[in-house]
């Protein structure tokens, strides 16, 4: 073996060992959420606690994640695809972070609604919840089999939950005027559907890094939709 292959295959070893620890973290969070979102829809607190404390492992593996990210930057001074991928791995572990804390969030609300004068169970919200669920799968599916496709229809979803959460906070209002003893409750489908959409949109941040990561071009902020008329130019 030479000095310059030794480098070089512990830089691969380290990226490796970056890439299955984003894939336990990516496990847990979906868990997470999955856990939390299934508490409201049966009404079955039991697991909270379990969310509070998957939450802790969510935390400590990205501070272990923004460790090895910093030092493969510093010590290997990555290009192209490499830098790409180490950087996007940052980012994701960031993201999969705040979506482990809201569906931390989302578990409290879930207990403080068993407390609270009821409200009959909307719609909107469960399907809220579906879309929800099935975004952060398919961006990390996409992630996972490095498929940009996959991870702008995350992107389109999106636009669906913003509308689901709009449509509740009227419904929710509706219920606070007509019945004050329903606020309490309303308060809260209200912080788990706001806590969903940011769930959503880090989702699509997610997607968005994905298709960064694979075509090295950014999506954010309608940047793609600003280039598309001049890709039609001849």
């Known amino acids: 073996m030479t000095q310059e292959s030794a480098p070089r295959r512990h830089f691969h070893d380290a990226l490796n060992e970056l890439q299955e620890q984003l894939l336990e973290m990516a496990g847990l969070v979906e868990v997470a959420l999955a856990h939390s979102t299934d508490a409201l829809l049966r009404g079955d607190v039991s697991g909270v606690e379990e969310i509070r404390r998957s939450d802790h492992r969510i935390d400590a593996l990205e501070m272990d ?13 990555p290009m192209a695809g490499d830098l790409r991928r180490i950087v996007t791995a940052g980012k ?18 879930v207990k403080r609604l068993n407390e609270a004068h009821p409200i009959p169970f909307l719609r909107e919200l469960e399907e809220m919840i579906v879309i929800t669920r099935e975004m952060v799968s398919d961006a990390l599916a996409s ?20 509308d689901l959460r709009r ?12 019945d004050p003893k329903k606020i309490s409750a309303a308060l ?47």
Do not use: W
């Not at 992630?143 to 913003?162: E, H, I, K, P, W």
């Not at 949109?201 to 280039?227: M, S």
């Open 167 to 178: 449509s509740l906070f009227r419904i929710l209002v509706t219920h606070m005027l007509e």
């Open 143 to 162: 992630y996972v089999s490095r498929n940009a496709g996959t991870a702008r229809m995350v992107c389109l979803t999106d636009d669906r939950v913003d």
């Open 188 to 234: 809260e489908y209200l912080l788990i559907s706001q806590n969903l959409e940011r769930a959503a949109d880090l989702a699509t941040n997610i997607a968005e890094d994905v298709v960064f990561l694979v075509e090295g071009r950014t999506i954010k902020h309608g940047a793609e939709a600003a280039v598309a008329p001049d890709a039609t130019r001849p």
């Open 92 to 109: 994701i572990a960031n993201d999969l972070e705040r979506i482990g804390d809201h569906s931390v969030n989302i578990a409290r609300a």
């Open 65 to 77: 994640i923004d460790e090895r990210v910093l030092g493969l930057l510093a010590l290997h001074q």
